[in-house]
């Protein structure tokens, strides 16, 4: 297993909370050197601050990824301290919930802008430093949600559909230039994303739909992440891989 990410760079939006800090910290146990962008830069300093005592380098940065030229500075600036960009882990994201019929164009918006066109933004800008170097990983963290679809969730859902499609279309683009595109798609995991949510009865009532009974730790996910940023999964691309305690099985 190759899992040693010593002259690695790492992206990882949304690092500062949840399952992009569980990322983050993988990658500095395995000595990578990660930019964390985050629309907050407090959290992404504070992620920076609490693995400041592991083997890699983590750099905040703020960045909100629903807006182009924030992004574009972002990888910029990543260039240019570090050199380059080897891995790009496109986390952040959020879901309006709602019903459907009681959303707005907002509420559309709000979900398409960071979950697809966040995606977008960032691999736009990152893709021909990838091709340019023969070398690059993209991971999109998606949700069951986009693969068999949550009530009140209805555009959340099918922006992370959008992701996936996207996600296989360009790992065909791009494969002879030694770049993997690959998506892990999520269950109900306790981040701060959802934990407000969770009352005690809630999660009783929600982990009847998981085999393995209880709701995902951010870990499990960041895990699968590692290994399909890492050279062991060089054969590895447009695929989908749920961490999700068998909510589907697709
Ligand atoms: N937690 C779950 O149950 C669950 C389930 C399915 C999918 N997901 C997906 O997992 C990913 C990570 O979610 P999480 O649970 O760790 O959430 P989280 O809220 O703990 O972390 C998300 C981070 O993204 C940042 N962010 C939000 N909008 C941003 C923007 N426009 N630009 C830059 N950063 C932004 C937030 O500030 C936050 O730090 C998301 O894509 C989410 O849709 C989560």
Redesign the pocket.
């Known amino acids: 297993m190759h899992l040693n990410f010593q002259d690695r760079v790492a992206v990882v939006?949304?690092?500062?909370?949840?399952?992009?800090?569980?990322i983050t910290r993988l990658f500095c146990e395995a000595g990578a050197t990660t930019i964390v962008?985050?629309?907050?830069l407090e959290?992404?300093e504070e992620t920076a601050r609490i693995l400041s005592g592991l083997p890699g380098k983590t750099i905040a940065m703020k960045?909100?990824?629903?807006?182009y030229a924030?992004v574009k500075e972002m990888i910029a600036e990543a260039v240019k301290i570090s050199g380059k960009v080897d891995i790009l882990v496109?986390?952040?994201?959020?879901?309006v919930l709602k019903n459907f019929n009681e959303t707005t164009p907002d509420d559309w918006m709000a979900d398409f802008?960071?979950?697809l066109f966040?995606v977008l933004h960032c691999t736009r800008e990152i893709i021909n430093h990838m091709i340019e170097r023969k070398y690059g990983k993209v991971i999109n963290?998606?949700?069951?949600?986009g693969r068999v679809g949550q009530a009140y969730q209805a555009t959340?859902s099918a922006a992370?559909a959008a992701v996936m499609g996207f996600s296989k279309a360009l790992a065909r683009e791009v494969g002879t230039h030694g770049i993997n595109i690959n998506c892990v798609?999520?269950?109900?995991?306790?981040?701060?994303?959802?934990m407000p949510f969770i009352t005690p009865e809630i999660e009783q009532r929600l982990i009847k739909a998981y085999p393995l009974r209880r709701?995902?730790l951010?870990q499990e996910?960041a895990a699968l992440v590692i290994f399909l940023a890492s050279d062991s999964a060089a054969w590895i691309t447009g695929q989908v891989y749920s961490v999700n305690g068998g909510f589907s099985m697709i």
């Open positions: 939006t949304g690092g500062g909370s949840g399952v992009g800090r569980e962008a985050d629309l907050v959290k992404a960045a909100d990824i629903t807006k924030e496109n986390n952040a994201g959020f879901g802008g960071v979950n966040g963290i998606v949700s069951d949600a959340y992370k798609s999520l269950g109900a995991t306790k981040t701060p994303l959802i709701l995902g951010p996910p």
